[in-house]
């Protein structure tokens, strides 16, 4: 399965005995490809970029077969393939099919552990999935989208499939489980710092809503100024404000980026 | 052996459902015990005592020791003086199953049920074993979230290793959620994501004109100091001040339609 990180060079193309299967744009390393998969509807889309995304489709003479939930023929003639979603969703469910890894994921395990007297049988031993490109590390956007793609490698391991990520991927991480973070020492120093940063944001805002309502007083002084030195003066403090204002949305731009990063590391180390 | 277990939470909706008076079914419970859970073959605590205050912790601990007379607590951090204490078996529950799932009370008992009937070198549950949830959605928001994941795992993870699940169907565990990408046109979430869209439009709308009827203000006053009185000002600073004060009125009712649109955004699509 491969993704469009940097990390989906590892994939085994020189391999035979690996199908590759991807999604999105084929990387050039990308010297073959089993399966692709475009699971969205492309009418559904812009319409310059549905055409752009076609005719990149229709170019890409290395995918074998085209899985699609919508399916064009036209884009590979004879490779265009319908998704199973209705068998797929009856034996899944829908609340993990957050990605298209997700959906790629459980169309393996069911090819590979087939359901026999209505049950889940044990794939063949040698049966591997491997993981590259594919990080849903970033923020609460990827939150769901990883645990769906976590859910379904789970589930693979479970069926007898040797599942494989890179060491660097976020999928192999194994974050602090609950209860354990409550008073884990790298949570807690994160914690106490997220709140610094959120209490120095809130100071920083504060003072900003302070400086803009100084500098509508200011203004109001301006129009009402009795005398040109007094106007003056009032000027050169309007000026000050001004720039007041503007280094402090340089730090408040600075402070919110740093809570950022501290949101991403404590999103990482905790599911 | 064939076992049927039964997984209480304390969510009182459909707690009470549990099959406390079929004998086959056996209860493993968490947290406060309710009245009629008369019987109860396990208990479960998982939290650490000492990090909680000494005088919750003292409370907690009484209460413990008063629900699990004669049954079996599994605990992470185990306190031998609460009674029959077990040690909860984390290092292997977790070497087995990972930790991205363990997140909740329950996430650790469906994890350690699955354990016990499928134990390690078994790939799957004997025919007629069962497992239900009573009195837990982990539902409401994102602060369920990732509860609601770790739940639903193991649920399905069960169902694939030949378990039968038992749920309340009211439960926020059994709703299948409209998948990716066909959430993204259906019609129902298509018209919510609308709806949360104009209430936030007027929420900012809304805060737009606090501000601007706060600077107004603030103007004004400045001038008033500055002396200048006339009637204009005067309309004028009321002007503002009516205008804040719609803005704050329409700025509640808009936040309560947006978190409501929210959890059922939330709900509906995986």
Known sequence: MVGTSGSGVAAPVNDPSWEIWGVSARGSYLTRATRWFEIHRLDGEPADWANRWRDHLRGDKAIEALYMMYPEPDLLPGRVLEYPRERIEWRFGSFFMQSTFSWMVALAIDEMCPMVGGRSTLAEPGSQIFMCGVDLEYGTEYREQRSGLRHFLELAKHLGINVQRLADSGLAFEPIAYPFWQDDPLVSKLAQRMKLCKARINEIDGLIQNTIANIASVKGSIAEAATPDRRQTLDGALQQLNEALEKLSVDLTRAEATHEELCFIRDYISP | ?270
């Open chain 2, 1 to 270: 052996m064939i076992r049927k277990i039964a997984i209480l939470g304390t969510d009182p909706v459909n707690a009470a459902d549990v099959p406390i008076g079929e004998p086959d079914w056996e209860i493993w419970g968490c947290a406060r015990r309710a009245d009629f859970v008369t019987r109860a073959e396990r208990w479960y605590e998982v939290h650490r005592f000492e990090g909680y205050t000494p005088e919750f912790a003292a409370w907690w601990r009484d209460i413990t020791r008063r629900q699990c007379v004669g049954i079996p607590i599994y605990m992470l951090f185990p306190e031998a003086d609460l009674g029959d204490v077990r040690r909860y078996p984390y290092e292997e529950i977790a070497a087995r199953f990972g930790t991205f799932f363990l997140t909740s009370s329950p996430a650790y008992m469906l994890a350690h049920a699955i354990d016990e009937i499928v134990p390690p070198g078994e790939r799957f549950a004997p025919e007629g074993s069962a497992l239900g949830v009573w009195g837990m959605n982990a539902e409401g928001g994102t602060e369920y979230r990732s509860q609601r994941a770790g739940l639903r795992h193991f649920l399905q993870l069960a169902r694939h290793l030949g378990f039968s699940t038992v749920l309340h169907a009211d439960g926020g565990l059994i709703f299948e959620p409209v998948p990716y990408p066909l959430h993204m046109d259906d019609p129902l979430i298509a018209k919510l994501k609308l709806r949360e869209a104009k209430a936030r439009k007027m929420l900012d709308g809304a805060a737009n004109t606090i501000a601007e009827a706060e600077k107004g203000i603030t103007r004004i006053k400045a001038m008033a100091e500055a002396g200048a009185v006339s009637d204009e000002l005067k309309i004028d600073l009321e002007r503002h001040q009516f205008s804040k004060n719609a803005a704050l009125a329409t700025l509640a009712s808009k936040s309560g339609e947006v978190a409501e649109i929210c959890y059922w955004l939330d709900y509906l699509r995986a």
